[in-house]
């Protein structure tokens, strides 16, 4: 009975403790450095625009629309950073004074285990057309979930990343 009730208090660790944060709220992102900027993205159109598959997985595969989950991430980030971040479907911002990022999606892979499922990212940063960083991001959870919803928590980990290294 004993190695029951340790079993149940590991699993509810591993199942709480496994995924990766991707609510922003409390952030510690340099505000004075962010404050009255304003951050415009731009998804590049010749980023992937499907998820690749690795590992034994069930279920039904459903492709989310890439470019609509990206855009749904950096508006869910501006909230909860409070930070002046737009999308911009075209690629220039209206102003000069804006800090353009284009993202260039290179890979979204969804790694599937016995236990767990880790949906990942490359994505390849260029900011106001002159440095590009690459950043590595990935989602882990413990029941798969499903496609869009772990491919945003991805991408807002990825572009909390570039905001990030935007403020050093």
């Known amino acids: ?6 079993l149940s208090v590991l699993l509810l660790l591993s199942l709480v403790g ?4 991707s609510d ?19 998804f590049n159109e010749n980023s992937k625009k499907a998820v690749a598959y690795s590992g034994p997985k069930a279920g039904i595969e459903r492709q989310p629309d890439v470019k609509e989950v990206f855009k749904q991430s950096i508006e869910e980030l501006a909230k909860e950073t409070k930070l002046d971040l737009k999308f911009n479907e075209f690629g220039n911002s209206n102003s000069n004074s804006d800090t353009n990022v284009n ?6 892979l969804w790694t599937f285990n016995l236990s767990s499922a880790t949906m990942s990212t490359v994505i390849n940063y260029k900011i106001n057309n002159n440095e590009v960083d690459t950043i590595n991001s990935s989602y882990k959870n413990m029941t798969g979930g499903n496609e869009k919803n772990n491919l ?16 050093k």
């Open 103 to 108: 993202a260039d999606v290179t890979e979204i």
């Open 18 to 21: 496994c995924a990766t944060s």
């Open 1 to 6: 009975m004993k190695a029951l009730k340790n």
């Open 152 to 167: 945003l928590r991805c991408f807002k980990i990825a572009n909390y990343s570039a905001l990030k290294k935007l403020e």
């Open 24 to 42: 922003f709220t409390k952030n510690n992102l340099n505000n004075d450095f962010f404050k009255n900027k304003k951050i415009v993205f731009t």
